[in-house]
Every structure is written in C-alpha cells, then in structure tokens.
C-alpha cells in the first residue's frame, strides 16, 4: 500500500493542543501512516521565536511521545537558512520517493499567506495541501488563491488521489488556543495548564521559559 504521511509545520513556540489536535484529527480522517510535526528553526514571514529551536524541538518531541502516529521531524533544524517549506518538502521527496502521499497542512491563515511563500506556486507538485477550517475563518481566500482554488481543490477530502497536486478543507474541533496568548499568559505569570500537554508544562517551567525579564515585570 502507498504511504500516506501528513505534515504540519510550525514555529510551535511553544506547541499546544491546537497544533495536537488538528495533527490527530487529520491522522485519524486521512488514515494517515504518519503526521510529522515540524518545527520551523528560521520562520519566514515572522519575528525570530522567543525561544531556541532546540528548545521547540525538545517541546514538540515531549508532546508526540507515545502518540502514534505522530512523530517529529528535525531537518529544519539541519539547515542554516530561511525555514522554506518548498525546502523541506524537496527534501521529503528525495528521501521518501515519488509515491508517497504527501498531505501538507495549514491553518486557514497560512493558506491565505501562501501568495508571500518562497517557491510558493512550486508547493503543490510535492504535496496535497489540507486546509484547517475553522468557524472564525470568516474571510475570504485571497484573488491570488482564487484560481488555484478553482483549479486543484477538491469538495470531498477522501476523493484526494495520487502522491501530490489537490487542495481539500477539512474541519476540525475548533480551539482558539493560539501560542502567542499561552507566551502572554505565562510571562504574567498565569496558568497554561491543560492547554499544553503536561510534559511540555513540565519543560516550560524546568528550564524557566517565557518567564517576563525583570524589567517587563515592574
Ligand atoms: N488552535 C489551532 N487550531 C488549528 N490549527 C492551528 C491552531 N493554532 C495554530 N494552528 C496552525 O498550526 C500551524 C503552526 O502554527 P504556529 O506554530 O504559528 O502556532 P500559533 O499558535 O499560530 O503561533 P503564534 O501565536 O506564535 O503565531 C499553522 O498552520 C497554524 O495555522
Ligand atoms: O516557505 C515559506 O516561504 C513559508 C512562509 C511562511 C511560513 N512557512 C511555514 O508555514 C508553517 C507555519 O508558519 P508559522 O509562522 O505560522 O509558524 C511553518 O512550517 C513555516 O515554515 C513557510
């Protein structure tokens, strides 16, 4: 049988339930053999993360631990530039074969950023793309979209065929948990619990990350 293998890049600074969840939602919908998460080292399109990558690695590697079919991916971390996802997925390529079924995913605000991605019309002859939906994805795919849309997506996700190439939404639980308010809430010193697996908590605090610096605390 074909592999099927998902992935879902992300700075993951930290990672949370709704990084986790979606990866389940969609391994479990897709028959997936695989999700891989794959921590961005050098994001494009961002500020640099507030903390290292070799932290969000150790991070997103606590949360998957004993989760098939989740796994985590480092190569991002084994290259010293921009984290372009056509990188990475060149990268796939070679190493895992034309055959294998590639099933990119990204929350509706990454899709619409697409037309801004390196390569970004060269991303599709690797990979499906699975965009999240969620209800508050109220607006509308950008003109640049429009015709790629109208070209490559397809209505019902379990009609996607072949290694690469088709365009599906898929819906999921919805969690407005996003990283940026888990960094707030921990720099003023509130709670996460719950919205981070316990392992991540534990790190988190072990090694005293997205603390407020002494001057941000007056
Ligand atoms: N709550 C969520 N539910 C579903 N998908 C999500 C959720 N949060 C993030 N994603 C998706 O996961 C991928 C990686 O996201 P990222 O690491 O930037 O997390 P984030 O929570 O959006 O971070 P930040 O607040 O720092 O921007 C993106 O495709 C993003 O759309
Ligand atoms: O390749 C690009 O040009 C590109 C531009 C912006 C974002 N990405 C990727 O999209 C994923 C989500 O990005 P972010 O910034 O929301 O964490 C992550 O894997 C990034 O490397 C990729």
């Known amino acids: 049988m074909t592999r099927r293998i998902g992935l879902l890049g992300g700075t993951f600074d930290p990672i949370h339930i709704g990084h986790l969840r979606a990866a389940l939602e969609v391994a479990e919908q ?24 070799e932290a969000r690695l150790d991070m997103a590697r606590l949360a998957v631990q004993g989760v098939a079919p989740l796994t985590v991916d480092d190569r991002e971390l084994r290259r010293d530039r921009p984290s372009w996802t056509i990188e990475t997925l060149e990268s796939l390529r070679g190493e895992l074969g034309a055959e294998v079924r590639l099933f990119l995913l990204l929350g509706w605000d990454a899709f619409c950023g697409l037309p801004g991605w390196h390569r970004w019309e060269e991303l599709l002859e690797h990979c499906h793309i699975l965009v999240l939906q969620r209800p508050d994805a109220d607006s509308d795919a950008p003109e640049t979209l429009r015709n790629l849309l109208a070209a490559r997506s397809v209505a019902d996700p379990r009609s996607l065929d072949g290694p690469a190439g088709q365009i599906a939404f898929v819906w999921q639980m919805p969690l407005a948990v996003s ?6 809430r921990l720099a ?7 919205l981070v697996p316990d392992a991540v908590l534990a790190y988190i605090h072990a090694h005293g990350l997205y603390r407020a610096t002494p001057s941000t605390q007056e």
């Open 179 to 184: 990283a940026t308010q888990l960094r707030e």
């Open 188 to 194: 003023a010193g509130r709670s996460i619990r719950f």
């Open 30 to 53: 897709f028959a997936l053999d695989e999700l891989r998460l794959i921590p961005s080292a050098r994001p494009p399109h961002r500020g640099a993360p507030q903390v290292s990558a």
